[in-house]
C-alpha cells in the first residue's frame, strides 16, 4: 500500500526523486522542495536540487540511438546512481527513507529503456513504501523554465525543440497547453543530426553543428525557408501560427553537400586529396552557420506569429536539446526583446535530457492533486496528443 498522499500535505519540505530514461540519457536526481500550498502563488516556493546525476550513453559509432544498447545502457547506470545518491545522501545525514515521492518518465521514447527507469522507480516507490507518479518526458521539457526561475508563472509560451519533437507550445496552466504549432515532418534536433551524419560527423550532431559553425559564413549557403501548404496544419490551433517542416531543408543541405563533394571529385585542381571528395573544413563550417541561420529565421518567423496571435503573453521560453545552442538562444533573446518579452531558458543541463524536469514535474502532479499511480504502464507512441487532453 503505498502511503496516504494527505500525509505529504503536512509536510514542510518534500524530497522528490526523478528518474529519466528514455532515450540516450540515464538520469536521477533528488529535489527538496518547499511545501507551502497555502501560499497562493505556490509556483515561486523554494525548489532546490540537491543531487543530480546524468549520464550520456556512448553512441559515436553508431551514428545514432540504437534501442538495444541504450537498454544496456541504463540496466547498467541507474543502479550505480541509486548506489551513488545513498551514499551521498548518507553523507549529509539523511537516507533513502527520506524520499517523499518518485516519479519516472512512461513516455514518449524507446520502449526499453522507459521500462528500465519505470521499474527502478517503481521498485524504489515499493521499496520506500512512498507514491510513485509516471511522468510525460515532453511536458516535463515544457515545465522545465520554472525550475530555476520561480518567478516564472503561467501563462508562458514555450518552443520545446528536442532530437525527436519541435512544438511550439501556448501553456496556459498547469494541463492547459494549446499546441501552436507542431511538426508535419523531422523534428529540428533530427535536422542538426541527419546534416551532421552527411558531414561525417558523431552522433549527436547538433553540438558538432555548433562547434563547427563558430568558423562559418552564415551566408555562404543561404538556405530558403521551408513552404508549408496551409491545409496541412496538424494542430488545431496551428493555422494562427503554421506548423514546422525539416525535412524539405535536411533533403536541401544534403543535395549542397553531395554538390560539393562531386564539384572536389571533378576538381582537376584537388591535388592534395584527389577523389575523396571531401568537403574542407571550412565548407564544413559553411554549412554548419548556414544550417543555424535558417533554424534561427524560422524561430524568429514563428515567434513574430506569437507576438501577434497572444500579445498578452509576456514570457516566452524555450527549452530542449536544441535550446542548448548558444546562438539560437542569443537570437532568442532578441526577438523576446524586439517584442518586449521576456525570455526563460533553463541552463544548458537542464535543456538536455536530465531528471530534473521528471521530479519538478511529478512535484506539479502532487501539487495540483493528480493521484499517484504504481501500475502505469509506458507508451512510445502518439505521446504529444496526450498534452491535449486537458485542452480547453
Ligand atoms: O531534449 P534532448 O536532449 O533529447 C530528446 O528528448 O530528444 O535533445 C536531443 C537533441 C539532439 O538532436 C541533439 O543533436 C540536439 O538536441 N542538440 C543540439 C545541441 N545539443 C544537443 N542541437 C543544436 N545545438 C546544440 N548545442
Ligand atoms: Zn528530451
Not at 522545465?144 to 518567478?151: A, F, G, L, R, Y
Request: some cysteine.
Amino acid at each position: 500500500m503505498q502511503n496516504d498522499i494527505k500525509e505529504h500535505f503536512m509536510k514542510e519540505k518534500l524530497l522528490v526523486l526523478g528518474v529519466e530514461s528514455s532515450c540516450d540519457e540515464s538520469a536521477m536526481c533528488l529535489m527538496e522542495v518547499t511545501n507551502n500550498l497555502n501560499n497562493k502563488n505556490f509556483l515561486s516556493n523554494e525548489r532546490k536540487i540537491l543531487f543530480e546525476y546524468v549520464a550520456t550513453h556512448k553512441n559515436h559509432n553508431y551514428g545514432g540511438v540504437i534501442p538495444e544498447s541504450a537498454a544496456r545502457q541504463h540496466f547498467y547506470y541507474l543502479p550505480k546512481m541509486l548506489e551513488r545518491l545513498k551514499t551521498e545522501m548518507s553523507e549529509n545525514n539523511m537516507n533513502l527513507y527520506d524520499i517523499d515521492m518518485v516519479c519516472a518518465t512512461y513516455g514518449p521514447g524507446l520502449v526499453g529503456g522507459l521500462m528500465l527507469g519505470m521499474c527502478t522507480g517503481k521498485s524504489i516507490a515499493v521499496a520506500l513504501d512512498k507514491p510513485f507518479y509516471p511522468i510525460h518526458h515532453i511536458e516535463s521539457h515544457i515545465l522545465s523554465p520554472m525550475i530555476e526561475n520561480p518567478s516564472l508563472a503561467f501563462p508562458y509560451v514555450i518552443l520545446v525543440v528536442s532530437g525527436g519533437h519541435t512544438i511550439l507550445v501556448h501553456v496556459e496552466d498547469f494541463k492547459k497547453y494549446h499546441i501552436l504549432a507542431d511538426t508535419l515532418d523531422d523534428a529540428m534536433g533530427e535536422l542538426f543530426d541527419k546534416v551532421a551524419k552527411h558531414l561525417g560527423l558523431p552522433f549527436p550532431g547538433g553540438p558538432e553543428i555548433e562547434k563547427l559553425a563558430l568558423n562559418g559564413d552564415p551566408l555562404k549557403y543561404k538556405f530558403s525557408l521551408p513552404m508549408i501548404k496551409k491545409d496541412n496544419n496538424s494542430s488545431k490551433n496551428s493555422s494562427h501560427i503554421g506548423d514546422f517542416s525539416f525535412s524539405g531543408l535536411k533533403t536541401a543541405m544534403i543535395r549542397t553537400i553531395d554538390k560539393l563533394r562531386a564539384e572536389n571529385i571533378n576538381n582537376e585542381n584537388n591535388v592534395d586529396d584527389k577523389n575523396s571528395g571531401e568537403l574542407s573544413n571550412q565548407d564544413k563550417s559553411d554549412i554548419a552557420a548556414g544550417l543555424q541561420d535558417v533554424v534561427v529565421r524560422i524561430i524568429e518567423q514563428k515567434f513574430k506569429k506569437v507576438a501577434e496571435f497572444l500579445p498578452d503573453v509576456k514570457d516566452w521560453c524555450i527549452a530542449g536539446g536544441v535550446a542548448s545552442n548558444k546562438v539560437i538562444r542569443a537570437a532568442c533573446q532578441h526577438f523576446a526583446t524586439k517584442y518586449n518579452k521576456t525570455l526563460n531558458i533553463p541552463r544548458i543541463g537542464l535543456c538536455t535530457d536530465n531528471a530534473a524536469m521528471i521530479a519538478w514535474n511529478g512535484y506539479l502532479h502532487h501539487a495540483y492533486g493528480i493521484k499517484p499511480n504504481l501500475s502505469a504502464g509506458v507508451k512510445n507512441y502518439e505521446p504529444c496528443d496526450e498534452l491535449t487532453l486537458h485542452d480547453v
